[in-house]
Every structure is written in C-alpha cells, then in structure tokens.
C-alpha cells in the first residue's frame, strides 16, 4: 500500500481514479513494470533524457537513491544556486515530486537572488493537461521549500523545445483534482466509470469484473461520463436496460442529447446485451491491384521510430516486408528506403489502422525531405481503416483496438503477451542485448498486426456490402 502522493498520482488518477484508490488502500502489491510507467506518463528512458540536457553550461545530477537523502542533496544544490539540478526530488509530509529538471531563473527567494523553476522531459510533442497538473503540483512544493511560487511550468519534448504553460491558469483545475485524490487516498472509493487508461492500471482486471458485474452504462464504447450521467438522470441505469429502449422513448427521457447519438448508444447496447455486430451501413473501399497494409513500431521512451512493417496484396499473394532501423542515427536511411517502397507503390491503397501511423509519416518526411510522388501517396492513398468503419460497424466490444477487433473476428497473435507496451520492453531487451531472436519476435509482431489489419478489411468488405 502507497498513500504518498507524487507527480504520477495525476496521471493514473486521470487514467483510472481505481488505480489511485487500490494502490493506496489494497492490501496486494501490484508493481507495474519499471519502463512499462515511463511509457504510460510519457517518460523518456535515462539515455535519451540525458541527451535532451548534457549540453546545459551546468548540470547537477541528483544520484542518491534513498528519498530523504535525495531530497536533502536536492536542497543542498539549490542552496549553492546550481543552475540546472536534474532528477532532484521535493518533499511535503505525503507528498513527493521528483521534476526531471530544476532550472535557476532570476528572482527572490529564500535562497538568495533566484529561485527554482520545474520541467519534466516528456516523449509526446503535444503539450497535454496531464503534464500541467504536475507542474502545478511542482510549483506548489517548491512553492513551500523556496517561499516563491513559480509562475510558470515547462515541459521539454524530444526536440528539446521547451513549452511553458501559465501556473495561474490550470490552477483551479488542478487545486479540485487534488482535492479528490486526497480523499481516495484517505479511503473514499470513486465512482466507477470504465475507460480506455483502466487498461493500463495493474487492477485493470478488477475494473472490468466489477463493471462487467454490475452492466455498467461505461461499457459503452467511447460514451463520455456526461452522456452517462443524463442517462442515469432519465433512470437508464444499466446496458441491458438501454438495449430495450426505443428511440423515441429515448429522446423523451433524454431531451438534452441528440437522436442520432441516442441511437448509436442504444445500438452499441443492443450489440453488447446480445453479443453481435450491428451494420449500420455500407464500408467504401477503392477499387485497386494492389493493397498495402502498413504498420509502424515505435519506441516512443527513445522517440525512436524503428520499423516500417508493410504487408503488399496483389493478385491473391502477400508479402511481408519490414524497414527497421538499428539505432537512431539509421532513422534516415530507413525513411529513404520506405519513400521508395511508396513511390513504387503509388497507385496501390496503402490501409493502416489509427492515426499514428499517418502522424509519424509527417514528421519523418518534414524530419527527412520526401519526393513528390511519394509526398502524393501519403496524401492520396493512405486510408485509416478504423476512421472508415466507425460509422457504419458497431461491435459488441468496450473497446475498438485492433487487438480487439481482429480478436473478435478470429485472428490471434504468435505472442501471447503482444502488445504495443510490451513491444516497447522487447525493443528495450533488443538494444541491451542485440540478440536475433528479440528483433524476429518484434517483426513477428509487428507482421500480425498488418495481416490483422488486413483480416478486418476482408471482414468489412464482405459483410457490410
């Protein structure tokens, strides 16, 4: 049992407030894997992180690893007035922050003629409101340690571009989210609602039992909290209590949502109650000779983009095929070997499931340079397959993953523990060790989840017709 609260406390009490509660108050330990939580917060593994900052005039490195004692080293750096403290730790009575940097900036504090600033190193190039909660949670420790508060947070992307957010004003959000989290870890359990991030809780497994058990409304795929509540509001309390409501007695009980969601939930209801898909409507597909399917591995703890992983269709054959990079610096000479595979491919439909692939074929070609006719593919051919059957398929699944719906169409993976996390520790095993058998266990992977892909396109194409 932990009731500290740190920086991460944020983060998984916005991903699953039962991951906050259990943690405090379950009597089992359930240790998430090490690299596994940098994965989830947007961490960077230390390698990458100590590049981000090495070139800083003056860096201090806080290295003990008992807490008190990391803390008082922390203190004893912003006393000397180091410029740039890295991995120190802040502590109040149960809470503990650990920012990856402390910048001196000019000012007043109990220090002297400055004071400290915090930044975390994060893997995502977008600045989210997970990151800001713990910013405010740093200014407000070093708030009680300097007597100043910093007016502002920072966080530092791959590229080493620092963004800043104003304290003052994510402050009221941040004061009543702690203000909940203080009373989960005091014992007040949280109402329980299923989303996406209980998928990555330790306690996932009892999330799902307990809303499974009771037929709970956030079974519902992508249904937001407030729709829940309205439905509630109008005595829907359960799934297999909404499967049997018409539209129409729908939009007199709920009047403040609209009929086309209304019906949309009710149909995901019905799916869910009975077990079975639901064809809303046709799925559109391009006429073409040749299909690619293309799916990218990443691991985002190095923002290290290492295997371009396609599967060509023509004329009944497939065909594997997998670009891979064996470190950071070969990133380039894989992009160029892949714009050639597309402008080979140019008139081929090259399908991808999600919008992480399309994303980071952007940022290589902006990273890289690309040609035009390759330039041309991207934009023309590329086609989400999961933005394409949304609208017209409803499956009887909480969640739409590709591991969920090709699981639910039969498909199953060599691996029985794939997944993208844990591709993430194979790749990690791989560059440790550069054994053969870790890499072939990656493109493994990795070539499941084009031929997936390429299941779940059959499917459609043969029975939304």
């Known amino acids: ?272 109650a009975e077990e079975r898909h639901i064809i809303r409507g046709p799925v559109e597909f391009t006429d073409g000779e040749i299909e690619v399917y293309f799916d990218i591995e990443s691991n985002p703890l190095r923002d290290f983009d290492y295997l371009f992983g396609v599967l060509v269709v023509q004329n009944g054959e497939e065909h594997y095929q997998a670009f891979v990079a064996d470190d950071p610096e070969k990133e380039s000479e894989m992009w160029d070997q892949f714009v050639e595979f597309l402008e080979s491919h140019h008139d081929a439909t090259i399908y991808h499931y999600g919008l992480f692939e399309q994303e980071v074929v952007r940022r290589f070609a902006a990273r890289y340079g690309v040609s035009t006719i390759a330039q041309e593919v991207i934009d023309r051919n590329m086609v989400d397959l999961l933005y394409l059957f949304r609208p017209h398929v409803i499956f009887p699944l909480s969640f739409y993953s590709l591991k969920d719906i090709a699981s639910y169409l039969g498909f199953s993976w060599r691996s029985e523990d794939a997944s993208g996390a844990n591709s993430v520790v194979w790749h990690e095993e791989y560059l440790a060790t550069k054994k053969e058998e870790q890499l072939k266990k990656i493109k493994e992977y990795n070539e499941d989840d084009v031929r997936a892909t390429h299941l779940v396109k059959k499917w459609l194409e043969k029975n939304t017709q």
């Not at 593994?45 to 490195?61: G, M, Q, T, Y």
């Not at 620092?162 to 989960?184: A, C, M, N, P, R």
């Not at 009771?214 to 509540?229: A, F, H, Q, T």
């Open 1 to 272: 049992m932990s009731r500290k609260i740190t920086e991460k406390t944020f983060y998984q009490f916005i991903k699953c407030p039962h991951w906050v509660y259990l943690d405090a108050h379950h009597t089992e330990d359930r240790p998430h894997h090490q690299l596994l939580m940098k994965l989830i917060d947007d961490g960077l593994i230390e390698e990458k992180a100590w590049e981000i900052i090495s070139d800083r005039d003056e860096v201090a490195e806080v290295k003990a690893e008992d807490l008190e004692e990391a803390y008082d080293q922390t203190i004893e750096y912003m006393a000397m007035g180091v410029e740039t403290i890295y991995r120190g730790v802040l502590i109040d009575k149960h809470w503990v922050g650990h920012p990856d940097v402390l910048e001196k900036v000019e000012g007043r504090s109990r220090f002297g003629d400055y004071y400290y600033v915090a930044a975390d190193l994060k893997s995502s190039r977008r600045l989210k409101n997970e990151y800001k909660f713990q910013g405010c949670f740093y200014a407000e420790l070093l708030e009680k340690i300097q007597d100043v508060k910093p007016l502002q947070g920072y966080v530092i992307n791959p590229d080493k571009e620092t963004q800043g957010y104003l304290i003052e004003e994510f402050e009221h959000e941040y004061e009543l989210t702690l203000s909940k989290i203080e009373e989960v870890v005091s014992g007040k359990e949280p109402s329980h609602f299923l989303t996406s991030g209980c998928r990555q809780s330790p306690w996932f497994s009892e999330c799902r039992t307990k809303t499974n058990a009771c037929d709970d409304l956030s079974l519902l795929n992508r249904v937001w909290k407030e729709e829940v509540m309205r439905l509630r509001g109008a005595g829907i309390e359960t799934i297999a209590e909404l499967s049997t409501k018409s539209v129409n007695d729908l939009e007199s009980l709920v009047p403040n949502m609209r009929p086309e969601r209304l019906e949309i939930l009710r149909d995901q209801a019905i799916a869910i």
